[in-house]
T-cell receptor, first 115, second 112 residues
Framework: GAGVSQSPRYKVAKRGQDVALRCDPI?????LFWYQQALGQGPEFLTY????????KSGLPSDRFFAERPEGSVSTLKIQRTQQEDSAVYLC?????????????FGQGTRLTVV | GENVEQHPSTLSVQEGDSAVIKCTYS??????FPWYKQELGKRPQLIID?????GEKKDQRIAVTLNKTAKHFSLHITETQPEDSAVYFC???????????FGTGTRLTIIP
């Protein structure tokens, strides 16, 4: 595709349920990022991959959050035992190169609502 | 870590007038400063960015200025149009540090 694609666009989960959010980055992009955007706030960094290697996961709020990118392309963010405070838009972004501050292209996000 | 503050949180401007949004950052190692525009329910999109080796960059009606000494940078939109209405986010990151630290956003409303 032409841009970063995320699915699903919307997800409603009951508290305690596990969810998996998918990100398809732009083909050939080395770097992949996950951000969490609460209502009315700026995106906050969760984790970063360079190809299949997860180089920074300092932003993951708890051990209930897990991300992977096994083949260096598609990435999945998994949240176990969801809680109401996990409700947010989860944005994925990709960029062509690493270490060069190249433009990050964002997906449209997955809006997660935990009820 | 980096901390980015953004002001104002909301801004209303008469169509045709200029709008200015200001950000400050804390990490003197930061050297890349992008600005993103996010329309309601849509993805953030890069509108302009600046690196620390220049003090100003302009692209048609949009310009960004950077003051490294004071650690602040600003977005300037001239001749504003209704389609400029959106939320604007500034961000910063140091060279080699991949993650962006974002400001809290400015909701810009252009009044026809």
């Amino acid at each position: 595709g032409a841009g970063v694609s995320q699915s699903p666009r919307y997800k409603v989960a009951k508290r305690g349920q596990d969810v998996a959010l998918r990100c398809d980055p732009i083909s050939g992009h080395v770097s992949l990022f996950w951000y969490q955007q609460a209502l009315g706030q700026g995106p906050e960094f969760l984790t970063y991959f360079q190809n299949e290697a997860q180089l920074d996961k300092s932003g993951l709020p708890s051990d209930r959050f897990f991300a992977e990118r096994p083949e260096g392309s598609v990435s999945t963010l998994k949240i176990q035992r969801t809680q109401q405070e996990d409700s947010a838009v989860y944005l994925c972004a990709s960029s062509l190169a690493s270490g060069l501050n190249t433009e990050a292209f964002f997906g449209q996000g997955t809006r997660l609502t935990v009820v | 870590g980096e901390n980015v503050e953004q002001h104002p949180s909301t801004l209303s401007v008469q169509e045709g007038d200029s709008a200015v949004i200001k950000c400050t950052y804390s990490d003197s190692a930061s050297n890349y400063f992008p600005w993103y525009k996010q329309e309601l329910g849509k993805r953030p999109q890069l509108i302009i960015d600046i690196r620390s080796n220049v003090g100003e960059k302009k692209d048609q009606r949009i310009a960004v200025t950077l003051n490294k000494t004071a650690k602040h940078f600003s977005l300037h939109i001239t001749e504003t149009q209704p389609e400029d209405s959106a939320v604007y986010f500034c961000a910063a990151n140091p060279f080699g540090n991949e993650k962006l630290t974002f400001g809290t956003g400015t909701r810009l409303t252009i009044i026809p």
